[in-house]
């Protein structure tokens, strides 16, 4: 996935990486396999405050249509999903344009994926052009896999009321290692008709 908290991460890795060159010439291997072990389980911390966070340090949610509402949606994932532990996702809707009546959402979730808070974003009336709508959604996935968390959000703008429909993927663990590897089973074996196709 390509949200900021994992550049992130990658970028404090490289950081640690530097220090133990600088500093640990003459450390045993077991130390360097530990050492390693450690940095596959690092996840970045953050040090600015959630609604703080600038709109252009957030990853920007994928729209299925582009005409709609002038409204776009950004977000972040405080950790990294875990199947079992709660995950709170940072919410920023903004208003691009100057003359919105009020603004208001719902978030839904899909199986595997269930929502525990923020499934309702209040009614803004009035927006100015280029402000921050806040918002958190906690969620909680059941098990690994690749879940979605869609968000609709409606715009009254003068005599008309649009919505545009925001999806915001969030991969808990490995993903779905086991479906990819049932998925290559299948192609292998419709590939040939009339074949049978082993994997090794």
């Not at 525990?116 to 098990?143: E, N, T």
């Not at 086991?178 to 008709?193: D, F, I, M, R």
């Amino acid at each position: 996935m390509n949200s900021s908290i994992r550049i992130s991460g990658a970028i404090w890795l490289l950081g640690i990486a530097a220090g133990l060159a600088l500093g640990g010439c003459g450390s045993s291997s077991s130390e360097a396999g530990a050492a390693n072990a450690s940095r596959k389980k690092v996840q970045h911390v953050r040090t600015v405050d959630p609604g703080n966070r600038p709109p252009d340090d957030m990853v920007a949610a994928v729209s299925a249509g582009k005409a709609g509402p002038p409204v776009a949606l950004k977000f972040e994932l405080r950790q990294s999903p875990k199947a079992g532990e709660a995950l709170d996702v940072d919410i920023a809707v903004l208003a691009d344009a100057p003359a919105i009546n009020r603004i208001y959402g719902r978030f839904q979730t899909g199986d595997g994926l269930n929502l525990v808070d923020g499934g309702q974003l209040g009614q803004v009336d009035k927006p100015a052009a280029g402000s921050v709508i806040r918002h958190v959604v906690r969620v909680l996935p059941k098990q690994d896999g690749i879940y979605t968390l869609t968000a609709t959000v409606s715009v009254d703008q003068g005599d008309d009321s649009l919505s545009r429909v925001f999806s915001i993927p969030v991969i808990v663990g490995d993903g779905l290692p086991e479906s990819t590897a049932k998925a290559e089973v299948t192609v292998g074996q419709t590939a040939t008709p009339g074949t049978n196709s082993k994997t090794h």
